[in-house]
């Protein structure tokens, strides 16, 4: 059983940046692939990043890449995503997922088995 909890969402004017906090607990946590997905307003929820359990592989969603950087710390259990040049369009509740089938990285929500509660990100124009 893997417990993840986020932190680092806000407020922050368009072109400013944000660095997101996954924490993870229990077992398991360091051979997961973990993701990052969003769910704006209305919308449903979409992949934003993931990255391999070492680390050595990670994946974008076109929409945030060259803006956006995942990483992770397994000493730490943390997965961190650094959010640069905000747009109002980035706003959404951000969540960090953890994929513990070992087959690389998805980017289906489906394939993801533990959640975080989410955390906010309101980029004004």
């Known amino acids: 059983q893997v417990q993840l909890v986020e932190s680092g969402g806000g407020l922050v004017q368009a072109g400013g940046s944000l660095r997101l906090s996954c924490a993870a607990s229990g077992r398991g946590f360091s051979s997961c692939t973990v993701g990052w997905f969003r769910q704006g307003p209305g919308k449903e929820r979409e992949f934003v990043a993931a990255?391999?359990?070492?680390?050595?592989?990670?994946y974008y969603a076109d929409s945030v890449k060259g803006r956006f950087t995942i990483s992770r710390y397994n000493a730490k259990n943390t997965v961190y995503l650094q959010m640069n040049s905000l747009k109002p369009e980035d706003t959404a509740v951000y969540y960090c997922?953890?994929?513990?089938?070992?087959?690389?990285?998805?980017?289906?929500?489906?394939?993801?088995?533990?959640w975080g509660q989410g955390t906010q990100v309101t980029v004004s124009s």
């Open positions: 990255i391999s359990w070492s680390g050595m592989s990670t």
């Open positions: 997922a953890a994929d513990t089938r070992s087959q690389g990285i998805a980017v289906l929500p489906d394939l993801y088995t533990y």
